[in-house]
């Protein structure tokens, strides 16, 4: 195995040597250790406009520059470069602030290269961290993550999912970009290992968390001289501002010579060239430097070499597949569902029926991507359309309990949950199949204005109403009581008749019968978060019922759970709803349609419903069943508003008074509720 290894490496280089003319002819190829292919040069005529680099040899060796800024570390000619960015920090000691470096960095808006939002991952380290990446060129964007941790203990290396580090991707497009960061507490009570947080853009294969990354001597802290830590970073680059199509116009400046084809860049505006199948070279150069046809005997070594190693290398992942199965607990599910014989409700499929249902897991196939890792779209072979998740990381540690939870999550059958219909543990994360659900988020519906005309009142009470209906069978109806743990409108998904049906459990935990509540480390998307649990670490039921309040409060307002252009104090949802009720500013913040399409006391019982599910201490919060029974009887006031017109009716016959709420909760009579109903609309315009 190892000779033919080196045998295929061999070739490899011998292929590699006949087509390693990259630079233009008579121009210098290197600038100390860097390659510098053709676009780019560093002399006067070996470059394309606006592809000019210097080389400083004042350093030892040479250094190779792009706007005098950005060091290149190095240059493909597949349209990646890799440079340094700095890194931001906020530290503290006992008297307070010490250090706070917020790095600004921008490749201009005029030339070939932007940040890549496939290569890189915004990252934050600290267990008192809120970090923020601002966009100012190209894709205006505003994206972080938070970072806490109660101790050094609750930390674990390698993990970066919001305890002691947390990462988020970035939008396509970015030229430029700010970074902040900041903490909540002056890192008070946590001096003593993490004095610092960190934030930074970074190759995504060129970070791995550590514990030793809070501490005082971390490595992104400045060093002995003062100078502020760089950290590694991935450009895109392409032929700047054109489409292809607009570029095969002008055929004097288009980029693609000889034998070579033109596609689109995906990260910005341009186009990159690549030569065509059976060519190889550097498909910026003329023929002499460019694309050149391979020879047929290195080909034929090439096929048989490789026919030969990839055989080998089948062998192997054959039995790294069956290793895999074992890890992954594959036995404990075959025992589990031979021992309660309900085999035909869940299915463990191969690796490769899922490879061939994602198309190898192409790019066209991802629907949504998260923090637990990555959902694609799938074709079974009877035309079955399912939806596959690949989760980021497994703790090994816990596979008895995720396959326990795999094989409870299979019994579930409820029409607003999304059926789990089986599962792949022959990869190295187990991959999880559910059913296909076909209309986009509850996200979307509500923030997406292509799709807001879908939402009238009465479906967004029937959403919400199907969905607490949901988490009320997860939390009370089954074998088992499911807390979901990551309630929210992205993980609502509606079917094309906008049936809600909850989703992603990849955060979910099942309680013991004889618990009410589970200490687990704290998860959660920042504006759905319960207070409660993010300060206990204690996961009740009510957890679930916080973040559905924020769900409901979406609904009625339109808004997102959390907006910066609000004041810091109102930045959360929940917190600007709850506290426009206190100032009788109800209508105000009600999204217009819903004032225009809704009762007024309908939607003072709903808004006082949310602002229940939103109470700081759970206890005080309504169960998940209850909240369920309220929305149910609300919606169908809404459907059928001659049950309501009917039940006044009779009790005006018989002599009784009608009540109903104003804004602020008290009650009023019968008499004034006209005079209510007008002030209240003018005060909502």
């Given at each position: ?166 990462q988020t991707s970035i939008p396509q497009g970015a030229w430029g970009f700010r970074i902040k960061v900041n903490s909540s507490h002056n890192h008070s009570g946590l001096l003593d290992f993490n004095p610092c947080s960190h934030a930074f853009l970074i190759a ?153 249902a994602t198309n190898n897991y192409h790019e066209t196939r991802i629907i949504g991507r998260g923090g637990y890792g990555t959902v694609y779209k799938g074709i079974l072979p009877d035309h079955t359309i399912v939806a596959i998740k690949k989760s980021k990381i ?142 206990t670490g204690q996961l009740t039921e009510k957890s679930d019922v916080y973040s559905f309040g924020v769900v409901l409060v979406e609904l009625l307002t339109g808004e997102k759970p959390i907006c910066m252009n609000r004041s810091q104090e109102e930045r959360s ?113």
């Amino acid at each position: 195995m190892g000779s033919l290894q080196m045998l295929f490496g061999l070739l490899l280089l011998i292929a590699a040597s006949a087509f390693d003319t990259t630079s233009k002819p008579g121009c210098p190829d290197r600038c100390g250790n860097v390659s510098i292919p053709y676009p780019f040069g560093i002399k006067e005529g070996c470059s394309r406009k606006g592809f000019d680099l210097v080389c400083n040899d004042t350093y030892t060796p040479p250094k190779l520059f792009w706007a005098g800024v950005f060091e290149i570390l190095k240059i493909t000619l597949e349209g990646q470069a890799n440079v340094h960015t700095y890194v931001a920090s906020d530290c503290y000691n006992e008297t307070g602030s010490t250090e706070s470096n917020h790095p600004f960095m921008s490749l201009g808006i005029h030339g070939p290269f932007t940040f890549s939002n496939t290569g890189n991952k915004f990252t934050a380290i600290g267990c008192d961290t809120q970090a923020y990446i601002t966009a100012s060129y190209g894709s205006n964007f505003t994206t972080g993550c938070m970072s806490f941790c109660g101790g050094n203990v609750s930390v674990i290396d390698g993990l970066c999912t919001g305890i002691g580090c947390c990462q988020t991707s970035i939008p396509q497009g970015a030229w430029g970009f700010r970074i902040k960061v900041n903490s909540s507490h002056n890192h008070s009570g946590l001096l003593d290992f993490n004095p610092c947080s960190h934030a930074f853009l970074i190759a995504d294969d060129q970070f791995k968390f550590s514990k030793s990354d809070l501490s005082a001597r971390s490595k992104y802290n400045r060093d002995p001289a003062g100078n502020y830590k760089e950290v590694p970073v991935v450009l895109d680059w392409a032929i700047w501002n054109e489409t292809c199509e607009q570029a095969k116009k002008n055929r004097t400046a288009y980029a693609c010579k000889g034998f070579s084809t033109c596609y689109d860049s995906t990260n910005g505006p341009g186009y990159r060239c690549n030569c065509s199948n059976g060519y190889e070279g550097n498909p910026y150069l003329e023929l002499e430097g460019g694309c050149k046809g391979t020879v047929s005997s290195l080909l034929f070594v090439f096929i048989v070499g490789s026919w030969l190693y990839w055989g080998l290398k089948k062998r192997k992942l054959l039995q790294l597949k069956e290793k895999f199965f074992r890890q992954n607990g594959g036995l404990l599910l075959q025992q589990q569902i031979t021992s309660h014989r309900v085999g035909a409700t869940i299915k463990i499929f191969s690796a490769e029926e899922l490879e061939r249902a994602t198309n190898n897991y192409h790019e066209t196939r991802i629907i949504g991507r998260g923090g637990y890792g990555t959902v694609y779209k799938g074709i079974l072979p009877d035309h079955t359309i399912v939806a596959i998740k690949k989760s980021k990381i497994v703790d090994e540690t816990q596979i008895e309990q995720f396959i326990n939870e795999v094989f409870i999550l299979s019994q579930i059958i409820h029409r607003n949950v999304v059926k789990l219909l089986g599962c792949c543990l022959e990869t190295q994360v187990p991959l999880l199949v559910y059913e296909f659900i076909s209309n986009g988020t509850l996200s979307d519906h509500i923030h997406d204005e292509t799709h807001s005309s879908s939402l009238s009142l009465e479906n967004r009470l029937r959403i919400a109403s199907e969905t607490a209906g949901a988490l009320s069978y997860l939390h009370f109806a089954t074998s088992i009581p499911i807390f979901h743990r990551d309630v929210k409108s992205a993980n609502i998904l509606l079917d094309e008749n906008l049936t809600a049906k909850v989703a992603d459990f990849g955060a979910s935990r099942l309680v013991p019968l004889d618990q009410t509540q589970i200490t687990t480390l704290v998860q959660g998307t920042l504006g759905y978060l319960d207070p409660e649990y993010f300060h206990t670490g204690q996961l009740t039921e009510k957890s679930d019922v916080y973040s559905f309040g924020v769900v409901l409060v979406e609904l009625l307002t339109g808004e997102k759970p959390i907006c910066m252009n609000r004041s810091q104090e109102e930045r959360s949802l929940s917190m600007y709803f709850v506290t426009s009720l206190k100032e009788q500013r109800l209508f105000q913040v009600l999204e217009n349609r819903i004032v225009d399409e809704g009762d007024v006391d309908q939607l003072v019982a709903v808004a006082e419903l949310a602002k229940r599910c939103l109470k700081v201490k759970g206890e005080e919060r309504p169960s998940m069943k209850e909240v369920a029974m309220e929305l149910e009887g609300l919606r169908r006031a809404v459907e059928h508003p001659w049950v309501q017109q009917n039940l006044e009716e009779t009790q005006t016959l018989l002599g009784e008074t009608s009540e109903c709420y104003n804004e602020n909760g008290s009650v009023i009579g019968q008499d004034s509720l006209t005079n209510h109903t007008m002030s209240a609309l003018e005060i909502g315009r």
